[in-house]
């Protein structure tokens, strides 16, 4: 039986302002007595409080719009891929410790968006990995304080950020982080440096372009050799294994494309770091525990959500407060096993 807040007060013998306190978790203003008389009904109820109307009287539903954007040629969003799955649980911590709710929705359009902003009533949104398109498309658009993490954009679009005040980004600096990478492989003697890639738009922004990006820098800069054999893509293994004896190391665009990596290798009865040393990035939770274990650069996804919340809090609480508009992220590079001395 659904029961309904006056129900519990008429049981209890109280009004339904000091049930609402008690739901409300305002209970310093009931008695103990009374305290105790209305938790024991609301559990022998199952009473859960109707988040909606609650928003209507309060003006404040305490819910985020979670957003994830994927391709639609790309399908939807796997959430049990470290990325995906690490920025949620940092989001879902702050949520929780602030006494916030969330919506995770994947979307692939902006109608998807308007129809969820016109359903349900939100706070404020985190919008995760938007490509810079669907992100001039969606801007000024959502009706409240919205923080894109990962959504990598040019500069002028960075520019722009101005005009629209209620709007921030949060992005680990990838160039910067596949500089690193890079230079880790050289500091350690390697020449012949290979990178391998899930697949990504070379026209476009983004995560992978710009990790990309630092290692071409960084190769270009040390005037080691740089040709269009040196790049390939997560299906092109077999022909980086055909060619391993051209190169000592690669650079893998994230841990879980690099553990696979490893583990063709081994099949293929090649070991890590003797005939090739391997770098990731991300630092996913099974880099540690990988044979050998990974080296990578330590992008520290939750702490990525965490931050992304509560620059959000603060900016649904105080909105008038100038804010920094762009926070870009560093990262840490991980020593572990996966990088030798090359032998070749």
């Not at 016109?118 to 990995?129: Q, Y």
């Not at 669907?134 to 101005?162: A, C, N, W």
Request: net charge negative; aromatic share 10%.
């Amino acid at each position: 039986m659904k029961v309904t807040i006056k129900q519990i007060a008429q049981e209890a013998g109280v009004s339904v302002t000091t049930v609402s306190n008690v739901v409300n978790n305002k209970a310093h203003r009931v008695s103990a007595e009374k305290r105790e008389i209305i938790q024991a009904i609301i559990k022998k109820y199952d009473y859960v409080p109707n988040m909606n109307a609650r928003s209507l009287v309060n003006s404040s539903s305490r819910l985020i719009g979670l957003l994830y954007f994927s391709h639609e040629a790309a399908g939807p969003v796997d959430f049990s891929t470290p990325f995906a799955s690490e920025v949620l649980e940092g989001v879902e911590r702050k949520v929780k410790e602030l006494g916030y709710f969330t919506l995770i929705h994947n979307v692939t359009n902006v109608d998807e968006i308007l129809t969820i902003q016109n359903n349900w009533l939100f706070e404020g949104f985190i919008a995760v990995s938007f490509s810079q398109e669907m992100f001039e498309k969606v801007r000024g658009k959502l009706k409240e304080p919205t923080i894109f993490v990962d959504t990598h954009l040019e500069p002028k679009v960075y520019q722009s950020l101005k005009d629209y005040p209620d709007c921030f980004v949060i992005n680990t600096d990838d160039f910067e982080m596949g500089k690193k990478a890079t230079r880790y492989l050289i500091s350690q003697g390697h020449r012949q440096i290979a990178f391998l890639s899930h697949h990504f738009d070379e026209e476009q922004p983004g995560v992978i372009k710009e990790r990309y990006h630092g290692f071409k820098a960084t190769m270009e800069q040390e005037q080691l050799p740089l040709r269009e054999e040196n790049f390939f893509y997560e299906e092109q293994m077999s022909t980086l294994l055909a060619q391993i004896d051209n190169f000592t190391g690669v650079v893998v665009d994230g841990d879980d494309l690099a553990l696979q990596f490893i583990h063709f290798l081994r099949v293929h009865g090649k070991k890590v770091p003797e005939d090739l040393s391997i770098i990731g990035f991300d630092d996913i939770r099974f880099a540690a525990y990988s044979d050998p274990p990974l080296t990578t650069i330590r992008l520290n996804q939750i702490n990525k959500g965490e931050q992304a919340m509560e620059m959000l809090i603060k900016e649904m609480q105080k909105p008038q407060e100038k804010r920094k508009q762009l926070v870009s992220l560093p990262g840490e590079l991980v020593i572990r096993e996966t990088v030798g001395k090359p032998k070749k």
